[in-house]
């Protein structure tokens, strides 16, 4: 990774396009520590412990800790992401949308665009959600995190101001994204989210190895748990390299075909498969859907010992029944994602159109049939691959209160190791394919 950023540094072009994407990272930096006006958060921070496996938590590490704060880039690109997601299901389902998508690269700009619409009404109906939140919540020590004013007219308006303040935060990061793509070195939202999620492992380091749970005191022995946890993280990443790159290839027999005076075909090649199709995606899905109870439960009062407060209490992270239920809601969202990204029968399709076939298995129904069983197979080792990260620091996390019940708990974001890992190996195929493309002499020996 090391070598091939020095080498990419060395072409004048390549180099124009990484210091443009350090100059948007910088300019997302800056507006994640700018307030809105009528804003008095900063110092306090939103999400503490109280809210621990909520859906804000999930906002927190998404957007860099600047929904913690209530700054200028508080939703950053979670409304684009929610907008994505939303714009890949309709199109599997809306058969106007499937056309466009197979339209080339027309059909993919008007996608492009309904899904910029689609991100800003997302981003007004999240920023009016928080603004009410924000209007609502007192600080610990009874403070108001937004100064009301007096009077209907100024409220509006000061309510106005600040919803428009982070709708125009997730779109200007729309923006800067876009901007990555045409010209930085790509893959722009998913850059951004990388620098916001590593500019929280400061933060998270400083935790670690503090004082309050860095040492353990058991028996007279003292039992280095950050340093374990430490150790766990970056044992968590070489896994996590290792699940991105594996990959099951299914042979491709292409026969020859003579087209006027020359011959193509004859070769034999293979469709490479990730096992670890779906990235993240059934991660976040299924840690959404868990954290919805604890969400609600913050607006709502259960009396002690209550039906709803032993319901509450499953969707806890340190439940038991909490880990089955992710484990499971993993391996469907699994299923279910690697459903809308590959189809069988197309893949088929492509195959006999190309005059191509699988070893040992026949053209048509049969070669989807063989594709689908891969699938699937591959699809539940990946879930289960998957599983292991997700469930790591929740299992972490219990042992840590079980042996050191007396410290903090120590918790590791398998989900944030994940995106972080995926998008740095991503960003160096995208390095090296450019580099590829200007047949450097260097990167090619």
Same mark, same amino acid.
């Given at each position: 990774?090391?070598?091939?950023?020095?080498?990419?540094?060395?072409?004048?072009?390549?180099?124009?396009?990484?210091?443009?994407?350090?100059?948007?990272?910088?300019?997302?930096?800056? =507006?994640?520590?700018? +307030?809105?006006?009528?804003?008095?958060?900063?110092?306090?921070?939103?999400?503490?412990?109280?809210?621990?496996?909520?859906?804000? *938590?999930?906002?927190?590490? &998404?957007?860099?800790?600047?929904?913690?704060?209530?700054?200028?880039?508080?939703?950053?690109?979670?409304?684009?992401?929610?907008?994505?997601?939303?714009?890949?299901?309709?199109?599997?389902?809306?058969?106007? #949308?499937?056309?466009? /998508?197979?339209?080339?690269? *027309?059909?993919?700009?008007?996608?492009?665009?309904?899904?910029?619409?689609?991100?800003?009404?997302?981003?007004?109906? !999240?920023?009016?959600?928080?603004?009410?939140?924000?209007?609502?919540?007192?600080?610990?020590?009874? *403070?108001?995190?937004?100064?009301?004013?007096?009077?209907?007219?100024?409220? %509006? $308006?000061?309510?106005?101001?600040?919803?428009?303040? $982070?709708?125009? =935060?997730?779109?200007?990061?729309?923006?800067?994204?876009?901007?990555?793509?045409?010209?930085?070195?790509?893959?722009?939202? /998913?850059?951004?989210?990388?620098?916001?999620?590593?500019?929280?492992?400061?933060?998270?380091?400083?935790?670690?190895?503090?004082? @309050?749970?860095?040492?353990?005191?058991?028996? =007279?022995?003292?039992?280095?748990?950050?340093?374990?946890?430490?150790? /766990?993280?970056? #044992?968590?990443?070489?896994?996590?390299?290792?699940?991105?790159?594996?990959?099951?290839?299914?042979?491709?027999?292409?026969?020859?075909?003579?087209?006027?005076?020359?011959?193509?075909?004859? !070769?034999?090649?293979?469709?490479?498969?990730?096992?670890? &199709?779906?990235?993240?995606?059934?991660?976040?899905?299924?840690?959404?859907?868990?954290?919805? +109870?604890?969400?609600?439960?913050?607006?709502?009062?259960?009396?002690?010992?209550?039906?709803?407060?032993?319901? $509450?209490?499953?969707?806890?992270?340190?439940?038991?029944?909490?880990? %089955?239920?992710?484990?499971? #809601?993993?391996?469907? $969202?699994?299923?279910?994602?690697?459903?809308?990204?590959?189809?069988?029968?197309?893949?088929?399709?492509?195959?006999?159109?190309?005059?191509?076939?699988?070893?040992?298995?026949?053209?048509?129904?049969?070669?989807?049939?063989?594709?689908?069983?891969?699938?699937?197979?591959?699809?539940?080792?990946?879930?289960?691959?998957? /599983?292991?990260?997700?469930?790591?620091?929740?299992?972490?996390?219990? #042992?840590?209160?079980?042996?050191?019940?007396?410290?903090?708990?120590?918790?590791? =974001?398998?989900?944030?190791?994940?995106?972080?890992?995926?998008?740095?190996?991503?960003?160096?195929?995208?390095?090296?394919? !450019?580099?590829?493309?200007?047949?450097? @002499?260097?990167?090619?020996?």
């Amino acid at each position: 990774m090391i070598k091939t950023i020095v080498n990419a540094w060395k072409i004048p072009e390549l180099r124009k396009k990484i210091l443009f994407t350090a100059f948007i990272i910088l300019i997302f930096r800056i =507006g994640s520590i700018i +307030p809105v006006p009528f804003a008095n958060i900063h110092g306090f921070g939103i999400v503490t412990s109280e809210y621990a496996g909520t859906f804000m *938590e999930y906002l927190q590490m &998404m957007t860099g800790d600047a929904f913690n704060y209530g700054t200028v880039f508080a939703m950053s690109i979670t409304p684009y992401i929610n907008s994505s997601i939303i714009m890949q299901l309709l199109t599997v389902a809306i058969p106007a #949308l499937e056309r466009l /998508s197979k339209e080339g690269e *027309e059909g993919r700009k008007k996608i492009a665009t309904i899904t910029r619409y689609v991100t800003v009404i997302l981003a007004i109906l !999240q920023s009016t959600a928080y603004y009410f939140f924000l209007r609502n919540a007192t600080t610990t020590s009874g *403070e108001k995190y937004i100064v009301s004013l007096q009077g209907v007219g100024p409220q %509006i $308006f000061q309510a106005l101001v600040i919803i428009l303040c $982070f709708t125009a =935060g997730a779109a200007l990061i729309m923006w800067l994204g876009e901007q990555i793509n045409d010209k930085g070195i790509g893959n722009g939202i /998913s850059i951004i989210l990388f620098a916001g999620i590593v500019s929280r492992i400061p933060t998270m380091l400083t935790q670690l190895f503090s004082p @309050k749970q860095g040492y353990i005191s058991r028996g =007279g022995a003292m039992i280095p748990l950050s340093i374990f946890a430490f150790v /766990s993280y970056l #044992l968590m990443i070489a896994y996590i390299v290792w699940m991105d790159n594996a990959e099951r290839k299914i042979p491709v027999q292409y026969a020859k075909r003579v087209v006027g005076r020359k011959m193509y075909g004859g !070769q034999n090649t293979h469709i490479p498969i990730k096992v670890n &199709m779906s990235g993240v995606m059934p991660v976040i899905f299924a840690s959404s859907i868990l954290s919805l +109870p604890p969400t609600i439960q913050m607006f709502v009062t259960t009396k002690e010992g209550s039906f709803w407060e032993k319901f $509450f209490n499953v969707f806890s992270s340190s439940h038991w029944a909490y880990a %089955i239920m992710y484990f499971v #809601l993993i391996i469907f $969202f699994a299923y279910f994602y690697a459903q809308i990204q590959y189809n069988p029968v197309e893949m088929s399709n492509n195959i006999r159109k190309n005059s191509g076939a699988i070893p040992g298995i026949r053209p048509g129904r049969p070669t989807s049939d063989y594709i689908a069983k891969i699938l699937s197979r591959i699809t539940l080792l990946g879930a289960l691959l998957l /599983s292991v990260v997700a469930l790591y620091p929740v299992l972490f996390q219990q #042992l840590t209160a079980a042996f050191a019940p007396e410290t903090m708990y120590i918790t590791l =974001g398998g989900t944030s190791i994940i995106i972080m890992v995926g998008v740095a190996l991503e960003t160096v195929k995208q390095l090296e394919s !450019q580099m590829m493309m200007r047949h450097y @002499k260097g990167f090619l020996d």
